[in-house]
């Protein structure tokens, strides 16, 4: 079960206002790269992750400023909390449930849109990574995708989505509304018709190990074992498949 969280609801309208600002910058910026190129779709990922430390920081800032309410980075996402054993048997173990069960999600959508005549389609990142681990030079930006990917990504998507949205909704009144409002938010978020499902599943299931763990660790844990798990797994069909499959 989550401690209840101390920050000032208003000032979580700053952290949303500042975060779509600093999105909107982000994504005026990769609109002076070359349409399609790796280049843009190296500042696009790179854009939510740095928009989101950017929009906590400033948070942090304002709440104790303005609102008298210092943000202590361990206590606001329970880091000081449990033992550390329990959080990476829990982030781990939680881990290979989501990489177990997700994909049968994303099978299922394969089929019902299939159904209706199309074609699924993957994210773009994993044709990205799938294009680079095959492109000659192509080292620096697959290491750049692979750490964003399985490194930071993780933290970032995790400190918004399970650390602050979902407690912010849930200790309001509202904690259905929360969990699965947030879940499908993160399935949305990543702009994947295909994934869309499985990815609300994946949301659902973090903020289940958050609410067992109260110790934010362990669904970043879990999130970047099932995020590495989908890069190897793109690696792997991509060296010994010629025709890559869709993966997650």
């Not at 699965?180 to 949305?188: C, D, E, K, M, S």
């Amino acid at each position: 079960m989550l401690t209840q969280r101390s920050w000032h609801p208003e000032s979580l309208l700053w952290l949303g206002c500042i975060l779509m600002v600093t999105l909107g910058i982000g994504g005026g910026l990769a609109g002076f790269a070359e349409a399609g190129s790796v280049e843009q779709m190296a500042v696009n990922v790179a854009v939510m992750p740095l928009s989101i430390f950017i929009s906590i920081i400033a948070w942090m800032f304002i709440s104790a400023k303005f609102y008298d309410q210092p943000i202590r980075f361990k206590e606001t996402f329970g880091l000081n909390r449990g033992k550390l054993t329990t959080c990476l048997v829990a982030g781990l173990a939680g881990g290979i449930v989501i990489v177990l069960v997700a994909p049968i999600f994303s099978i299922l959508t394969s089929v019902i849109i299939q159904a209706f005549g199309e074609t699924p389609q993957g994210q773009k990142l994993v044709t990205v990574i799938s294009e680079q681990s095959q492109t000659e030079g192509g080292i620096v930006f697959l290491i750049f995708f692979v750490i964003m990917a399985v490194v930071v990504a993780p933290i970032g998507e995790e400190i918004l989505f399970r650390g602050i949205l979902y407690p912010s909704i849930k200790q309001n009144g509202y904690p259905k509304v929360a969990a699965i409002g947030t879940a499908l938010l993160f399935g949305l978020f990543h702009v994947n018709l295909l994934t869309f499902l499985s990815l609300t599943f994946v949301g659902l299931a973090l903020i289940f190990i958050y609410e067992k763990t109260d110790n934010l660790l362990a669904p970043i844990l879990a999130h970047a074992l099932f995020n590495g798990v989908n890069v190897l797994l793109i690696l792997v069909t991509t060296k010994y498949f010629p025709e890559p499959a869709v993966i997650q």
